[in-house]
């Protein structure tokens, strides 16, 4: 699977697999008794999959997107059925790389919504480099910037940025819990 | 030829697990003597969590974005459809 270069060639790309791989999913999530609804789930959270998987450069490439993405999906089915529950499937079955390492700290969302809103640029750039896996000369080309060094520059500035934001975060939390 | 890599880029490459082997080496015992270090280790972890927090993120809502199209856009009537007989 090409992994996107921007916003609407994300959404262009989830319209082709949701046309192409959606109805063989949603076939076997009915013939199984699930609902539409169960359909949709299974299958928004096997498209996530997926596409980490492809933009970690972790897919077996014999397989087509729509037997890749139904194989998750009939796996997610499975888990929802044996458990009774689906819930925070798509953390259990492949949780972020790194946050699981990391104390989980009490204010993350606050902390998310901050960076979100006061970091936004930053934090596309690092999303494109470290979630889309995007090649550095693409990113440069993506974000305005003159070349790849100049991008990574700016990658290693926001990697400092958000973690003196989230340095202070601990501080205050620190004060909080004093 | 290689510059040489700021105090971020060491704690990236040790995190990511690409440093190369005797900077790795140097790195772990900088850990030892630089107090904060392993602070700024952990802050950066969590930074990587975030970062792919709001990837994720940004991603679902694309995600649900085109299924708001399939389902209610005029254009996509007959794979609509297509999808909701089987649930008949």
Not at chain 1, 53 to 65: D, I, R, S, V
Request: hydrophobic residues 40%; proline residues 4%.
């Amino acid at each position: 699977m090409p992994v996107n270069n921007t916003q609407a060639e994300t959404e262009k790309l989830i319209m082709r697999l949701y046309k192409s791989a959606f109805p063989p999913v949603a076939r076997y999530v009915a013939k199984m008794g699930g609902s539409f609804d169960d359909a949709r789930d299974v299958f928004q959270d096997a498209l996530v999959i997926y596409y980490e998987k492809a933009a970690a450069g972790k897919l077996e490439l014999q397989k087509t997107e729509s037997a890749y993405l139904l194989g998750i999906a009939k796996h997610l089915w499975f888990k929802k059925y044996r458990d009774g529950l689906y819930d925070v499937s798509l953390d259990q079955f492949e949780g972020p790389e790194f946050a699981d390492k990391a104390d989980p700290q009490p204010s993350e969302g606050r902390l998310l919504y901050y960076l979100e809103t006061a970091g936004k640029k930053c934090m596309e750039i690092l999303s494109a480099f470290y979630y889309d896996k995007l090649p550095m000369k693409q990113i440069a080309g993506l974000f305005g910037y003159a070349g790849e060094r100049s991008v990574t520059v700016q990658k290693y500035k926001c990697l400092e940025k958000v973690r003196e934001t989230i340095k202070q975060n601990a501080l205050q939390y620190e004060d909080f819990i004093d | 030829m290689r510059t040489l890599l700021t105090e971020t880029q060491q704690i990236d490459e040790h995190v990511q697990g690409t440093a190369a082997p005797d900077e790795a080496l140097l790195f772990e015992a900088k850990l030892l003597l630089d107090a904060e270090l392993p602070l700024k280790v952990q802050w950066h972890k969590q930074t990587l969590g975030l970062v792919q927090q709001y990837g994720r993120k940004n991603l679902v809502s694309i995600i649900g974005d085109v299924h708001n199209q399939l389902f209610t856009l005029p254009q996509h009537q007959s794979f609509r459809q297509k999808i909701l007989q089987l649930f008949r």
